[in-house]
Nanobody, 125 residues
Framework: QVQLVESGGGLVQAGGSLRLSCAASGRTFNNYAMGWFRQAPGKEREFVARISRSGGTTYYANSVKGRFTISRDNAKNTVNLQMNSLKPEDTAVYYC??????????????????WGQGTQVTVSS
């Protein structure tokens, strides 16, 4: 099993930046592709970004492409989401998730096996 704990959320003005981190327990972190999702009030949880086991391949939702960067450090069992040029519509609870399947482009919520508890990101206009 993998336990995931997110941190780094907060309140930021539009145009600002935040860096989210997700710490994973266990010795098999690099056996999992990792993803970030978000859920705004009254909306479905949506895919944000995904990174392969090695970190060599990334995939982004069109809404965040060019503004967000996902990265991982397998030595530290962490995955990060650098968020720049934030917009009010980025406001949501952000979740990291782990996927045992390494295939490219897996962006459905049900594709992922383990989830963190989420961290709130609020972008004011």
């Amino acid at each position: 099993q993998v336990q995931l704990v997110e941190s780094g959320g907060g309140l930021v003005q539009a145009g600002g930046s935040l860096r989210l981190s997700c710490a994973a327990s266990g010795r098999t972190f690099n056996n999992y592709a990792m993803g970030w999702f978000r859920q705004a009030p009254g909306k479905e949880r949506e895919f944000v970004a995904r990174i392969s086991r090695s970190g060599g391949t990334t995939y982004y939702a069109n809404s965040v492409k060019g503004r967000f960067t996902i990265s991982r450090d397998n030595a530290k069992n962490t995955v990060n989401l650098q968020m720049n040029s934030l917009k009010p519509e980025d406001t949501a609870v952000y979740y990291c998730a782990a996927d045992r399947d390494s295939r490219y482009g897996r962006i459905q919520r049900n594709d992922y096996d383990y989830w963190g508890q989420g961290t709130q990101v609020t972008v004011s206009s």
